[in-house]
Structures are given as C-alpha cells and as structure tokens.
C-alpha cells in the first residue's frame, strides 16, 4: 500500500520530506534528510540512503538502493527492465545499485539487472548527464562522467573515472579501462584500454593526459605509459607479442603493467592502433 505523507511511514520516512503529490510504497527505506518531489514514485523494495534527493517527477522501481547525497533530476527512470529478450517483467532481478554523492539529470535511465545476483551498479560520485543510458548488468566504477545522451548498452563494464562525452555508445559486454575517454559521437564494439583515449570507432588513439595529470599520476609512470603506447599500442602487435613487450617495457610500473593486464583479459580485443597525429581516413 502506498502514502504520500511523511507522517504514515513509522520508523523508516519519518525524516523524510515527502510532497503530497509522491507515491511512495509503503516497504520503501528512506534515510534521514531525504527528499521525494513531486509527482515522483518510489516503488517497493526501494531504499534512499540519507540526504538523496529526488527533484521531482523521478521514476524508481525496486529493488534499488541509491547511496548518500545522491541527486535525480526530473525524469530520470532507475530500474526499469532491461532492454534484453530473455528477460520479462516480473522475473527474479538483484535490481539496481547506485553510490553516493552521485548527480543523475534529466531523463537518465538506468534498467535493473537481468541475470545472476549482481544487480545493474553505479559507483560513487559519478555524474550522468541529461539522456544518459547505464543498460542491465552494466557495472559502472566511481568517478564516472556520462555526458548528454552516452550509451552503455548491456553488461558494459567501465574502470573509475573513465569519461564518455555526448553520444558516445559502447557496445554490450564491452569494457573501458579506468581514466579512459570517449571523445564525442564515437561508437567503439572493442573494448578500450585504461588511461587511453577513443576518438575514432574500434581505435585506440593515444593516451588521456589530461586525465592522467589531474589524477595525479607520477610523471614517471606517464612517461613509461607514453614509451609503451607509441611502441605497441600504436603498432597494432598481435596480442601475445603485445602483451609480453608491454610486460618487459612496463617493468615494476604499476600503471603499464594495468594497461597489460586489462589487453591480456579482453575477450574482444582492444581498438586498432592509431597515432592521432596521422589519423587513417574513413
């Protein structure tokens, strides 16, 4: 049975400030300070952590639990389900996860898990912007940046703080390393290496230095990324004798010895090689 007042929700909302015009279910959890607005809805099996404060006209279907802090735009739909024709509604779903302290803008939408016991996983402090999509079983790390209209499509898997700019779209069962970019409307079916940048489909066209210095990496170690990039990456080796120049170049760094073990687990294999100074037409 649903309310739509604070006042009916024993031990669970009474913190909450929930608008008249909510529908909240009544098993829903929300932690202190939370906020439903208007003409939002808030389905069983539901938990809002504290302070997550939902805008108005925010759809969240259960089971869902969203981290401290978070804020949802108007229009945002989180745990829908997926967009995949093995699945129907109603069937078994570990749901949704997201982090905390994460902004979620208008329309984002986020479908619930279809398969095993993992539900679809948002990590803390990313940013969705408007029209963003997080597709089923995605498993999305912390810092994310999704720009206007990014896809992830199913069982996407992305490092932490990779960035996707507007209308990016990655391919399902695709996986993008962390501090890896997405340079906008390019769509990628291979999987992109961390601390790379994507700005050509199905390439690999150098390094997100600018993402790297932000994060603070040592120069060292930007400077062996750089040598192993321009001395494999670039050359496109076949995978075996990628992997075992990248493992002599990367020596006791940790960040090319990443770089190598993200090639060495890729099932679809990473994009083509490509110096961004002499790109390849077409």
């Known amino acids: 049975m649903a309310a739509t007042s604070s006042e009916q929700f ?33 389905g069983t099996g539901v938990r809002l952590e504290r302070g997550v404060r939902l805008i108005g006209s925010v759809h969240i279907e259960g089971p869902a639990t969203i981290g401290e802090g978070t804020m949802v735009y108007p229009y945002a739909v989180i745990g829908m389900p997926g967009q995949d024709f093995k699945f129907s509604p109603g069937d078994a779903t570990p749901g949704v996860k997201i982090g905390s302290g994460c902004v979620i803008r208008e329309h984002v939408t986020i479908h619930q898990a279809t398969t095993g016991d993992r539900p679809t996983t948002v990590g ?62 390019v769509a990628t079916a291979m999987d992109v290496p961390p601390f790379c940048l994507c700005d050509q489909i199905n390439t690999t066209n150098g390094l997100n230095l600018v993402g790297l210095r932000r994060a603070g990496v040592p120069r060292e170690s930007i400077d062996a990324l750089r040598f192993a990039f321009r001395t494999v990456i670039s050359k496109s080796l076949p995978r075996n004798d990628a992997l075992q120049k990248l493992r002599e170049l990367g020596g006791d760094d940790p960040y090319v010895q990443e770089l190598a073990e993200f090639i060495a687990a890729s099932k679809r294999g990473i994009g083509r090689g490509a110096d961004r100074n002499t790109r390849r037409s077409g």
């Open 10 to 42: 024993t031990g669970r909302h009474e913190t909450a400030e929930i608008h008249p015009s909510a529908h909240v279910d009544a098993d829903a959890y929300l932690g202190e300070g939370v906020v439903v607005g208007a003409r939002s809805y808030i």
């Open 124 to 185: 803390d402090k990313c940013y969705l912007m408007a029209a963003s999509h997080v597709g089923h079983d995605c498993d999305v790390g912390n810092g994310v940046i999704l720009v206007n209209n990014a896809l992830l499509a199913g069982h996407v898997t992305v490092g932490d703080n990779a960035t996707f700019s507007g209308n990016t779209a990655i391919h399902q069962f695709g996986r993008v390393g962390r501090l890896a970019f997405i340079s906008g409307g």
